[in-house]
Structure formats: structure tokens, C-alpha cells
């Protein structure tokens, strides 16, 4: 019954095995070799367009060095409250930026609103130096509660962003959790909704450690390979990524390893509402369920093995959770069990509030 | 014949075979594993010592943020003219330091001379804020040019560094190599001859990735946590570094592999010194062979398909090379063939100048 | 009738006067004349202890470089959600530290509380390094909104901040008029109530460029000579900074300058406070009156010549205005003169709502 | 007999009464007065171009935020190695840079010389992302030692700096000295020669802290006011900065300043070179003079309290000097007296070697 995080699981199988593979031979180093140009056009293949792919080490990296990119003096980046960037990368986005403040903004679900965005974006008119100056504008998805933007949502802030110059990024750490959610194609989610780059990431739902920024005007990409450099996240042995992520990509591996997570997900957030006193805040569009349980259910689970972490609920739920329950954050994987999620839910339903 | 870069290898087949292994099961993530934890117990019994033991994605990375923990403003760092910190790493020391100066010292055999170290220190003194100050010292383990320095040369640059309160960090990009090759324990050419931090290099001698920040004094590393994470350099599936590691540690098979590549590197310096015209410029301390061979092996060479860089002869080697000669860097691996080396030599000897 | 702002305003005469007499001499540069040794000394009398004391350009970097001799990798600062340095330095405290964050904190009247800024520094556990670490906190002195701390606020916020172990730093860019508004000594308001830096500023108050940074434990200012060089903020005549100060210490110059302007700013908010209609959001403690005027009243002062900024009321007074109205701030200075006020409340008086 | 540094004076008369002047009324703060556009525009006159102006507090300032201007990720700025930028500055240009390398090139009488400029450009090929990218050149009119680059000179690097897509930034903080000494217009040894970018001082020819970075582009000048801000360089009294410089353009005034200076050193260049065992080691341009005297000249000099610094002579001068002599460095102003340069002649000729 792991729950805890998704990147607590190994890599897949077919992962694995391109990996070890690919350790028999040689090539030229820092991405100079055969795969991993043939990984870029996977890449452009998968997404239907064009793409400047540059691989990291992590998903922080990606975020980070793809703000970079579009860093300015007194530059303001604009994102959701919750935002990863703002909460869990210990400063990498604003220090690749040489300072770059993240203008944080409420919102419900998870997401950011457009009039919000547009409000925010208008604190900073360009006469006002002292504030700083706009530089780009992320979202996350999957969202940092689950849920997933549609690309209507994405084009209409898009549409904002690029109303004011701004580019607009996309934290895609589950990427395909989301995609798989939605039922679109990986193009609609992204540059057709208005995306500019994506931070792509492989490491949460099957691969070791592959991450990758997707620029879909290449021009905008440019020099983005100095940002890389400086920040050492270009690997001498780069094809090592490459490997991983052509089997993560070929034959929809990826979207397959997400719909089987996303299958355990509501397989656990449908056993829970079916729980008298138990709950789902947010319906689940990927991997991650945000539940209220029974403090008895959560002693039990404990017990049981479980792991998970309880969640702070003030901001994120809008009524107070009674005093005997908490409220927790579950995330499935590529790898989760049936038998697990059963075991779960029949836990909570067994000490029910 | 790839003798391009030890980068340009693969892994090693137990590497990869522990990898494979890891991949399987779940455990917490960014370096909270019990995994984790053994391997910095293989370091300390490795190191004869204490050690704080920090993974990171390159060796950019290890150096740079190595030294960043030691950054002060307007702070310089002393190295090698031709040290790969100062030269290859795309400003990344500069970056993680907040604009470090890598002040550049000449030096015969790519070494640093104990009294060229003193003197270039003596012109930062304590009251003149205008040129900054000192921060600390670097060295490369092998060095730039293939030759090692003997425990009692580190000790000696780690008095003078000790005595202006600086640390000494080692670029042990190639420390297995080095250790091979010195034939000394791994902490005679470290923490006993005066090194506080080590980049600890797995990457170019038989790992994928694989990179470790090592601290021998643990108090000296108090945040270094953060410089990691606010560069993106903290992995989120950490242990599978941990896995490369600890089969790269188990049973000395990172020294069997830099014997091999040292091995490899001897025959071929003997082999082209036997040639006459052809010479080696440094007597290789561990995989990296500098050799002049002539115009015409070097076509001949090519295309027979061999992989390798011609270097800049300016400032390495004491005479001018004659025209119809150049100087090239030929490195070795963990798995290079005795044939490949052979083949090489007989070129080389069949098109002597 | 120029409330716009005290920095609109010139210098006063024995400042200026002052300064042109250093004119015509000379004196070592960079801070090493005997003038300037002499007014570190004068600043230890006025605070009745010792004291580090710099000299820079500006407000901006007083408070930059005081809080980057705090910073940490990933390092956080707290202060008020409206903080100059949150809102009005275009990012430089963030640059100065290594991309610092600013944990902006909400609070009634412009001052933080000491349970909001115990929860705040909470979400920051030493374990959890991906959120970052906590490094400061920050208030200001004048207040944001014209309201001042009493030394009993200061020192109950500088007690959570001592156990956090934090420094507590004080914008004190209208230090002068907080001192003679509280009636208290510049030492019960600043070092005896708990704060360790405090950006003392002098160009609002009749200087013509005159701000340092005094540290109270000289100790902790170690190495920030190197952090004000590398920032540029070294003056090379330093001592035409310390003729500034010489003469606004001397005989409490400063604080019958900041009496006489906090003395008009009473006068303007009696004044308006008489006018049925008009209100002051807040009681001023020095020299700026948030004043909530008619619209008529705002085009008939406009058309008399009035320069003053009209504010944002959201989130700074409970009620919302009556469309009639709108929030005004008036800052008064050194040499505002009573018929100005006057004149300004006789309109305002005329074109009641 | 004050020979330290032209920053050891005090302000001319016109200059302080500019001030003085200045100090009397009210205006717009940070830099949105009438004098500042006024002064922008004399800026133009003088230079018979349209300019860009922006006032810092500092030369160090001035120069770190010009480069910072046309800063890259690993970016590379090619100046001579004993540019005040590379020795002086403590760190700020790489630190405004986000980490920016100084490439530092030998060259006699403290000037670059085009080949060597090319040859430097040319270790950074574009495909070399591990080495860095070429971000500016940087030049220093009066050089570090005394001289002038003609503006041939200066257009023969423009050339190779624009050829390589380059800006080429001139650091002027003896600006005046050396456009008197060539007798030429600021334009022509500006931008007419190819400078883009030029740090133009008042600082050490009459004002107090007055400097200025000019670009010639003002499109090339986009968002500079962004980095000023940033950097805590934008002074909310900055019409005291233009005033000064109003008072130093006027009339030619600190052409007269830089005359006077540059008389004063000839005078004393003439003075030493007609003593026998003593010279000048460059024909002054300005009013700098590198001069050689014997040990005994030296303590009778320092005992008739003349102040000016001992400056190492290596890598200076060609041949080395004898036991008995040291090189001087002695740097007049406007304000030096005839008696004084005469006296010091004097001296050095009664204790000839």
C-alpha cells in the first residue's frame, strides 16, 4: 500500500531493459550521438510539431532552467498559489533566474483563473519599475491537487499570457498522468492550447531519471544550452536519458504505464466515496486522490503498512474538516496493485468516522 | 579504436545489472532510502573515515556546488590554468558561487606548484576588498594532462591552502584512475593528504550517472543539502545512484575497472614511444595518453575509424611540434581492447614521420 | 502643496552646507578618512553602543545587502505582505541573496504579528529542504502604511525570530521619524527591543544620498565590506556620504527634521479628520497620513498644484469606499510648510462629499 | 603632494554649487525630474549623438551593470588582464552577470591589441558549450596605465568585437582625461570608433559621486532600468547626480578639469624623466604617470608627506628594475598645484640613484 509519492517506485520493465541495453556500446558524449537525435524526433513525432528537446537530471531542473530561459532583471513569474515551483524546489526557480520573484495566486482546484492571472499581471504595468517586470507565466499538470486543466482552460490563459508578452509554461511533471486523464492528445494539452515549453517528465510514471524541456518554437530555445551547461545538468553519458526515454515513448508505453496509475487512482477514489464520512476533495483526472479519512482509518492503515502523507487542508478545501478526520494525499503509479487499493479502501471503510 | 573520452562508454555490466535490480522494487524518495544510507557507509569504509556523502546528476555539478558551499562574495578560487573548472564547465563554478573568480595558475605537467599557489594568494590580501577574497583552492586528481599527484604534492598545496583558511577541493573526475595508478590507498590521496571535499567521479569510469560530493569533514557540509536542492540536483529516485554506487564500490570493482583503463592507457604510451617520431608528452599516471604522432597516422588513423581529439599543443609541451606532427589525447576505459590499443599503435607506426 | 513623497524634497541647509565644505579638501578614499571613522563613532553614541557602520547609495541596497549577508541557499525571509522590500525593490533582495524568497505575511496596520510570523516560519521545518530554509526576518520602521512598532512589538517579534534562529533586520528608511514620533531613543527601538541590522536612512530626511547599514553585533557583519564591494555600493568618496550624516547627527539635526515633518503630518490629519465626509485609515506615527478624501476634493487640489499618490485600498482599510471617495497617502517632510497644510484641508474641507 | 588617487579630491566649485543649488526646491524622484532630461539631452549635445543615460553611484556600478546589460548563461568578457573590471571591482561584474568569466588578455601599455582580441574570441567556437559564449568586450579609456587608445585603435577592436557580434563597452572612468589628452571629441574616441556602451565618469575629475552608463543604441539600452533597479542603483534623489553632472558639462567645464590634470602630470613626466636614474615607464596620456625613482626618493618623499602608491612593476615594464628603485604610480587632478608636482621633483632629483 504505497501511497506516499510516485517517485518512490522503480522504473518499468521495458525502461529497464532499454537501459541496460544501451550500457553495452558507445557513442559520442553530451548528446552528440545517434539516439538521442532520434529521441528528439520521437519527441516531435509523439507531439505532432515541432520540438527543441533538452534533457535534465530533474523535474526541479526542467521547471527551473526553462524560467531561466525567460528570465529578466526583476523578472515576476507568474503561477498557482500550490505551484511546485513556489512550495518544493528550494529556490532553484528563482536562483537560475538571478532572482526572479514568483507572484503566487490563489485559486480553486488547484488552478489558476484567467481574470486572476490578468489581475496579477496587471500589478506590474511597465512604468513601474520598482515592482519588477513580468516574465512568464506557469501552470502545473497535472495540478498540484490532481486535478487537470482542459485545453479550453489552458487557451484562455494562454491567451492572457501572450496578450502580455508573456510566454507560457507548463510544469508537466505528470505529463502523461494528465494526458492519459483527459483523453486529448499530448498537442492539444500543450502548444496547440497556447503552451511554449514544457518541462516533460518521465521520472514519476516509469523511468529512472528522465526529464526533459520542450521548447515548440525552437527559436525560442535559444542558448538554452548555456543555461544547461552553467547549471551542470548536461550529462556527459546523455543517451543514458535518451535510451530511457525512447522506450518510454515508443508505442505509447508512457500513456499506457499513466491510464494504468489513473485506473488505480479512481478504483480508490470511488472505493472511498462509497466510505460513509469518507471523501475525495477533487475528483481525480491522473494519479493523485486527495481523501478525507477517519484519524482511526489512518491509525489502522499505518498499522497495516500504508504509506502516505497527511495534507494540510486549510486553503485547499472549503469546508473545515470535522475533528476526527484528516485529510491525506494519495498517489498511485504505474505499478500499483488492484489488491493494494482494495486493501486501502476496505481499511478506511472498516473504521469508518 | 575509441579513444575520444572515457564518457563515450557504457556502463559496466555490474552497474547495470544492480541497476536493473533497483528498478524492481519501492523505496522513499530523494535519498531517504535505506540504500542510500548503506552506501555512505561503503564510502566511509572506502575513505577509511567519516564522510558526507552528497549524489549529484554530473561532475560539473559535484565541482560546482562543491565549491559554492566555500563561496563568499567577491570570492576567489585557485586552480590550475588549465583546470577543467576553469575551462569546461560552462561557468558553472562561477554561477553556483554567485560569481566566484576562478583565478588561473600556470603549471608544468598540469600541476600546481606549492610556491606559484602562495604567491597567487598573496595577491588577495585581507585589505583589499577591491580584488576580492580568497575562498578556496582546486585541484584535479588526475589532472587535465593525464599525471597525478602524489599524496605528498597534495599535502604540500594543502598546507599552503590550510594556512590561508581556505579548503582544498579535489576534481576527482578520474580518482579511480588516480588511486589505480598511484598505487595508494583512496584516503592517502585524499583526506589524509589534506582534502576537505571531493568530487568523487563514477560516470566516466563505468557507471551511468553517477556523482558524489564527498565532505570529510561532516560539519563542513552543514547545508550543502540546500545548494543541492536549489540547483536541481537532489533526484527525486536518488537510490538509483545509490545502486550504481554500491555496486561500482563493492569488491574494488571501480579500481579493476580504472586498472583495466590504466592498463590499456600503458601499453598504448609504450607502444607509441617505441615508434621513432612518435612520443608521449606526459608518462601517464592513469587512462589519458597526450601523444604526438604524425599528419600523416593521424589520416591513416581516421579512417580506420578511431575516435580521438587533437589538443592544443600551445603552453602543454615545452618544444614546438614539428610541422608534419600533432599532439592528440587518446583515453581509455574500462573497456578498451588490447586489440583496439594494438591496431592504434600499428597505424601509428606504419605512417611514423 | 508636495506630499507626493519626502524623497521629492531637497536637502536641508546644514546637510548641504555640510557637504560643501568636505568639497574642498581631500582624504583617502573608499571609506578610509578620518571623517568617516569619526561618524561610525557618532552613530555609537546616538544608538548608546556599538556599531558596524556602512554606507551605500540607497535604501534598495541598505536593505538588499543587509539581508544578503543572511542569506542561505534556498533562504527565506519573512516580513509583511506589504513590505518595500516585497513590493518596491524590483527584486533586488532576491538578486543580492542568491535568489532569495520573501514570505510575505498579511497584518493589520502594516505590522506583522508575532503568531502570524510563528506559523509562517513553521511551514519551514529543517527537514523539509525542499521548501528552503528560513534566514531572516524583516520589518519596516516606519511602517508601510505610516504606523510605527513600539518597542514591546518589536521585541515580541524579535524573540520568535531569535528562536528560530533568524536576525531580525529593520527598514528604517524613515527611522528618524519613527524615533521622534514614539518619543523613545534610537537604541529602545532598535538594538535594546532585539533588532541586529538596521538599514538607517537619511536621503528622505534632509540628505541628499545618505543611508548606511549598523549592525549592532559587529561580529555579524563580517565580510560585509565584500558584499558591499561586489554589489558596487563602495563609494570611492565615501566620506561625502559621512559629511551627510556628520551633520544630520550632530546636535539631533535628524530628529528635529523628522519632528518637524511628523508634526505637519499631525496637522493634516487633524485637519482632515475635521472634515465630515474625510478620514485618516491610520493614526500616523510619523510623517505619512493615509487619508480618504473626496474625488471632488481630489480634481480640486490636483487643479491647485497638490502632488500626491492615491493608493490601493484593497486589503489596506476594512470597509470599502463609497464611490465617492478614494485613498490618498500624503508624506509630509522636513520642509513642509503649515500654510501647504492648511491649504490642502481648506480644499478638502470645500469639496466634502 | 597628494598623488594617491584623483578619488582622494574633493568636488569642484561649480559642481558644489550646482549642488547646493539643487538642494533648495522639490522634484520628482528616481530620475522623473525636469534636470534629469535636461542633462540627458547635454549628454547628446557633447556626444553629437543620441544617447541613452543612466545614473549609478559607482564606477564599479556603472561598469558591472553595462556588462551585465549584454550578460549570457557562461558568458565570457574579454578585456586586458589588468583591467580595473578583472582586479578591482571585488567580483560585481561577474556578479551582475550571473556569474560572468573574465578572459583576461596580456598586452603592453595596457592595451589590447586586435590579434590577440581575435585569438582569445576564438577559443569560444560556438559549438563549445562546455568552454561558454562570448558576451563583450571591454576596453579602458584612459587605460590602467595612463594611456590612451587612439581611436584607430579603438575601431580596429570594435571591429573584431562587432565582427564576432559583440558589444564593445568602454570603462571611462578617466573619460575626461583621456578625450583631453588625445585632443579629439568624445565622439570619435567613442561611438564614431565603434564603442557601444561607455561607463562615463565624474567621479575623479570634480564631482562626487557622479557616473554615468551611456549607450549610444538606446535600443540596445532596453530594460537597463530593470538591472539599475535590481542592483539598488537607482537613487530616489537622483536629480542630485544630474545636477552634478549639469555643473560638469557646462561650459566644457570638466574638459578644463581633465586639462589641468593632465598638465599637472606632463609637468611632473618632464620633471622625472630629466633626472638621471629616474623615468617615466609610458608617455602619460592623462593623468597617470608610472614612474621610477630610487628607494631614497622615495623616503624622503613620504617623509615631506607626499601620498602615492608603490605599484609592482612586474609584467609592467620589460626590463626588470634595479635593486635600488621602485615604480610609483602618481595620479594628479584638477586640483593639483604646480608647487606641488614642482616640489616633488625636486625631491626625487635630490635623492637620484
Known sequence: ??????????????????????????????????????????????????????????????????????????????????????????????????????HRIEGAEGKLRP???????????????????????????????????????????????????????????????????????????????GVDVLSFGGSKNGCFAAEAVLFFDPEKSRGFEFHRKRAGHLFSKSRFVSAQFEAYLANDHWLELAAHANGMARRLAVGIEAVSGASVAFAPAGNEVFAVISKAADVALREAGAAYYEWPSGGLIAAPLDKGSILVRLVTSFRTQASDVDQFVQIVSANRA
Open 1 to 102: 500500500m504505497i501511497f506516499a509519492s510516485d517517485n518512490w517506485m522503480g522504473a518499468s520493465d521495458r525502461v529497464a531493459a532499454a537501459l541496460v541495453e544501451a550500457a553495452g556500446g558507445h557513442a559520442p558524449a553530451y548528446g552528440n550521438d545517434p539516439l538521442t537525435a532520434s529521441v528528439e524526433a520521437d519527441f516531435a513525432r509523439v507531439f505532432e510539431h515541432e520540438v527543441a528537446a533538452f534533457f535534465v537530471a530533474t523535474g526541479t531542473a526542467a521547471n527551473a532552467l526553462a524560467l531561466a530561459q525567460f528570465g529578466k532583471p526583476g523578472g515576476v513569474v507568474f503561477c498557482h498559489h500550490d505551484a511546485h515551483i513556489a512550495v518544493d524546489e528550494g529556490g532553484a526557480p528563482e536562483f537560475f533566474s538571478g532572482g526572479a520573484r514568483l
Open 115 to 193: 481574470a486572476d492571472l490578468a489581475a496579477a499581471i496587471a500589478l506590474y504595468p511597465a512604468s513601474a519599475i520598482h515592482h519588477g517586470q513580468p516574465a512568464a507565466v506557469s501552470i502545473s499538470q497535472l495540478t498540484e491537487v490532481g486535478t487537470a486543466y482542459t485545453p479550453a482552460e489552458i487557451a484562455a490563459l494562454a491567451e492572457i499570457a501572450h496578450g502580455a508578452g508573456l510566454p507560457l509554461h507548463m510544469d508537466g511533471a505528470r505529463f502523461g498522468n494528465a494526458v492519459a486523464g483527459l483523453g486529448v492528445s499530448p498537442a492539444e494539452t500543450s502548444w496547440r492550447a
